[in-house]
Each structure stands twice: as structure tokens, then as C-alpha cells.
């Protein structure tokens, strides 16, 4: 028996659809729309299509967007300069800045600068810091790992007393999702590239995340029958037989996977869209707290 399709479109769709009516009612009580700042360095073509599509999905919920470009070599201190004046600037309710930078730059040192209560992205570490404790909770939470717990809940898989194993330990993916799995009662296990028996961990888990950044690395032998499983990758693969001359994939292997699991997320159509719709509730969080009707 073929397992549940989790379609992350239309539950992102949910989230979204939730999103516009809140900032309906936010602007009809004579709040101004929420503002989101993208801060874009370089001209990694990429990054320009994620920050597009966020700028569009602001307008189209009814939220302002602002866009900040700067040059691929501009310095530590124009970047900080930048994001100081967005944190003072109060049309601005949320600050991201598109990850990953040049390498010349302190990655670690610009996100320390966003101010916590506009960090929509979940990455300053006050906020991580506050994830990873008990009895603290943190003003924003990472839009992919949020993403996933919202697929799962949606789709009516239990986390209490689960198993759960998450495949990769990235600050942006693996390592937050493992801590909002803890949150939920699970028992967690992360797996890294020096894990032992990999395949035979992964069968242990009644939830099992793949966000290792390997091209169908999970294999239906690895997945415990009627497992959820969360594909977080994308990987675009080569195909001349294509009519694009590729395919995207994720890290699972969905074909033969779907036959054994119990759950399970394609890749894209699942975790992709659930991202730009987190990042659109945080940034409506964001207003909601700056104008005082979230209690933190």
C-alpha cells in the first residue's frame, strides 16, 4: 500500500490564505502592513530568484516588501551599516538577509546584528538559544524546520513517544528541526556523516527528515514501514530525455520509498513551498509584536 502524499502546496496554501486574512484585519484596524526588508549581496543568481519570489508573495498577501541590493565585494561594515538602519527603520517589521554570502563576509557576526524581534529568518542566536531550552521559546523559529512541523501536524502524524531521526545537522535545517522535535515529546536522533549503520538508524524512526543534500540517498530499505518521511532537499539532476534537459529530486528516493512509508513528502510540491509561507507568517509575527499585540 502506497503511503500518504503530503502536499505541501496545499497546506502552504492553508498558511498563506491565514497570513492575508491576518493582514487584512491588522490594516483594517489602521496598523500598517507589515514590512519585510530582503538584503541581497552579490548577484548569486539563485539568491535573486528566492528573493524574488518572497517579494512578490509579500505584495500578493498584502504586505510591503523593500530590497536592498549591495555589490559581492562590499565590506563587513557596509552589510552591518545596512542592517542597523533597517533595525531602526519602523516601516521595516522583518529583516532577511539572503544566505549564503560571499565568503569574505562574518556570516555569523551580520546575523547578530538583525535585532531579535525583526530575526524572521529564526537565525540570530538569541533565538536559537531559546529553541534549544527547556521552557523558553524563541520569538521566531527557522521557515524551513517550522515548515516541516506544520506538514506533519497537518497531516496527522503523532510526535509524542516517536522515534524521530533527522538526516544532517545544518544550522539552517537539521539542528532546528531536531530541537522542535524534542519540544514536541519526541525522541531524537541526528545523523551526520560519521554516523555509524546509517540505514540501520534510519529504520528505527516512526519520523524520519532527510535534509542530508544527497541526491536519493534514502532507499526504501531504510525506511520502517509506515513512517513519515520529510523530504527537505532539492537536487537538480541531468537528463538529456527531458524535455528541460533535467529533473529535480530530493534526498529520498520517492518511487520505491512511497511503497514502504506511511507519509511521505515529494520533492519539490512538499517541504519548497511550506518555506516562503513560514517566512510570511513570521514576518506578520513581527508586526504583531512591534505594535504590541503579541505578548513576548
Known sequence: MSAQIIDGKAIA???????AQDVAELIAQGYPPPGLATVLVGDDPASEVYVGMKQRMCKKLGMESFSFRLPADATQEEVEKLVSELNADPKVNGILVQLPLPKHLDEEAVLRTINVEK???????????RLAQKGREPLFVPCTPDGVMVLLEESGVKFEGAEA???????????????????RNATVTICHSRTKNLPEVCRRADILIAAVGRVEMVKANWVKPGAAVIDVG???????????????????????????????????????????????????RAAKIAHGLVEV
Not at 119 to 129: A, T
Not at 167 to 182: C, T
Open 119 to 129: 530575526d524572521i529568518d529564526g537565525f540570530h542566536p538569541l533565538n536559537i538559544g
Open 165 to 183: 531521526v533527522v538526516l544532517g545537522r545544518s544550522n539552517i535545517v537539521g539542528m532546528p528541526a531536531a530541537l522542535l522535535l524534542v519540544k
Open 13 to 19: 496554501k492553508k498558511v498563506r490564505d491565514q497570513v
Open 234 to 284: 532539492t537536487h537538480r539532476v541531468d537528463d538529456p530525455t527531458k524535455e528541460k534537459g533535467y529533473y529535480l529530486t530530493g534526498d529520498v528516493a520517492f518511487d520505491e520509498v512511497k511503497e514502504v512509508a506511511g507519509w511521505i513528502s515529494p520533492s519539490p510540491g512538499g517541504v519548497g513551498p511550506m518555506t516562503i509561507a513560514m517566512l510570511m507568517r513570521n514576518t506578520l
